[in-house]
């Protein structure tokens, strides 16, 4: 009986335990002082894990390998720079979040898909389809649209939703970065609750609908939203690239957050294949992103003027706006006040249904990312209103935010949304 009991104990072990192992893995806060502490922090781990970088006052978070915490720890006392480890093993979190997932029956159908849980690829794919067929009407009517294949083979779906021709164009993107679950879910929230409004006759939502089309990708980065999940037969929980073998390492994947064309390769990026902000050879190399970036410019040259381009992020809390690519705050946009006033806008009604903090931010105030979402979305697909939004939370989770967590984030998110859709209803 022991023997059976251990046995069974072992195989349990072995469904959860089948990959990346983040055994003594440590997170550590830290808080530079001064640019020039914030400047020599990322000089000294510029080949670390950031999981989130804050600007000069504020906490940045580093995940450091089981095998360097020592080592680090004495480089941050030597340079005096503050730090705290925030959390002491990572693997733990992971476990645990593993278990309840393994636990629980897969939703195949509309009516079993939780809007509060963390889904695998293949429910948000099932998601999409029923998701359409149930909610597409005659008042407005969902495409299912199959945008691309992603290097291992698997499908980029988007929904369109659209009363009529002759529309705007909005686009929503989730998933971007592997690992940052809360994203994807997010975005599922939103179409659900945008649509939801619409249907009760909410006014933001029937102006928006009758003046835009909505394009929306749930989840962009499949492979590594899956590489991620402990469905996974080699799972990486903290995997934020995509998973195309590069050509001048053994590393695998491209952060397609520094992938896009705009001053593709500059500050904020990496030439190397190993890193987490490793930008590819050359810009749109990403094999997904390369073709949803032709599907939207496509779109673009048959006539679909876009004004509205979100990414979705996590984690830090931010509502971000272009530049992306430079520290330089001499580097403004034509358009910068109307998407500062907006975004100040969205962030204080988010800001009031929770009561969780949300600031606004540009580049000149955080740290440089060049080819990224933003300054494609403002520069190339023309979309004078393109933000990046960080969701929860501001560290205490991170990446490993809880799913309790999911609803409320999606709440705050889908106020700060209509409240920015208002805001631009206002000028077209
Ligand atoms: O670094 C990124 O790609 C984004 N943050 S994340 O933690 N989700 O990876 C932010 C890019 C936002 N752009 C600017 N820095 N302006
Ligand atoms: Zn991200």
Known sequence: ???LLLGLALMTLCAVAHGKSYEGYQVFTITPKSKAQLEQMHEMMDQLDFWRTGPVGEPSQVMIPATDVEYVKEAL???QLEFEVHINNVQSLIDE???AIMSREKATTLATFDYNKYHSYQEIMDWVTNFRKAESSSALFIQEINVATSYEGRQIKALK????SGRLGAYTQG???AREWVSPATVINLLKKFVDAFKAGDSVATNFFNKFDWYVIPSLNVDGYHHTRPEASNTDRMWRKNRQPTYTSSCTGIDMNRNYGYKWGGDGSSGYPCY?????????????LNQVTNWLLGLKNGGQQFKIHMDVHSYSQYWVYPYSY??????????LADLERVAKASVAKLTAVHGKSYQTMTSGDWYPAAGASEDFGYKILGAKYSYTVEMRDTGYYGFELPENQIQPCGEETYAGFREMFRQVLLEV
């Open 161 to 164: 939703l659209t009363t009529g």
């Open 276 to 288: 987490e902000t490793y930008a590819g050879e050359s810009a749109y190399d990403a094999v997904e």
């Open 326 to 335: 430079t520290y330089s705050s001499s580097a403004k946009v034509p358009d």
């Open 1 to 3: 009986m022991m023997k």
């Open 175 to 177: 998933g971007i970065h």
């Open 77 to 79: 006392e030597a340079a």
């Open 97 to 99: 979040e593993t278990k």
